[in-house]
């Protein structure tokens, strides 16, 4: 069955300090995967997807992410993290129905 | 542009009712999936509405049920409700056929007491 996981559930970093959110899926195929980052009491905003191709995802907000499928990892960078980035952050994979299979997600924390 | 738009944006009800919520895709898109978040979790599959049907369902009980209109916004009913439905109720929409790529709206906050 697909699965994601995100091994941690709470990160705090510096203002200026750089930042990598871990993903692990779990997928027999080609995975189609992304992050969303939600901010309190709010919806999911898409940061970026992978579907195929440069295994290097630019997205919105200056976030990246590398595809691994070596590690079956897709985690997400950013190299200077803004007191704006304090959100959670949700890792995903698209499922057989069209749908989308979450991880638990990440909290960020950032210290000022 | 309008994004996708949820109607209540919070609500309270009591064990054994039933809710309803409200969601209006994306102009253009005609797709609409409804998830569960749970507090403290990612957001989890109940359903996909394409073109009035259903194309999708993840592993909720009967209770929970869907629809979708003409002009593509759909509605979430919730019957007999339990303590464990509290949550929040994410909508979104897509082009079908562009895959797994959704827009989601800012929730209905529902608390059951």
């Known amino acids: 069955a697909q699965s994601v996981t995100q091994p941690d559930i709470h990160i705090t970093v510096s203002e200026g300090a750089s930042l990598e959110l871990r993903c692990n899926y779990s997928y027999g195929a080609t995975p189609y995967l992304f992050w969303y980052v939600q901010s309190p009491g709010q919806g999911l905003q898409l940061l970026l997807k992978y579907f195929s191709g440069d295994t290097l995802v630019q997205g919105i907000k200056g976030f990246e992410a590398e595809f691994k499928r070596s590690q079956s990892s897709f985690n997400l960078r950013k190299p200077s993290v803004h007191w704006s980035d304090a959100a959670e952050y949700f890792c995903a994979v698209g499922g057989s129905q069209g749908n989308l299979i979450f991880g638990k997600g990440t909290k960020l924390s950032v210290k000022p | 542009d309008a994004g996708v738009t949820q109607s209540p944006t919070h609500l309270i009800k009591t064990r054994g009712q039933h809710v309803t919520l409200r969601c209006s895709p994306i102009?253009?898109?005609?797709?609409v999936s409804w998830y569960q978040q749970v507090l403290g979790q990612g957001p989890q599959f109940i359903f996909q509405y394409y073109e009035k049907e259903e194309r999708g369902r993840g592993n909720f009980p009967d209770r929970f049920s869907a629809r979708q209109f003409p002009n593509y916004s759909s509605e979430l009913n919730v019957n007999a409700l339990l303590l464990g439905d509290s949550a929040l109720y994410l909508c979104?929409?897509?082009?079908?056929?562009?895959?797994?790529?959704?827009?989601f709206g800012a929730g209905s906050r529902l608390t059951v007491l």
């Open positions: 979104a929409s897509s082009l079908y056929g562009v895959t797994n790529v959704l827009t």
């Open positions: 102009s253009g898109h005609k797709s």
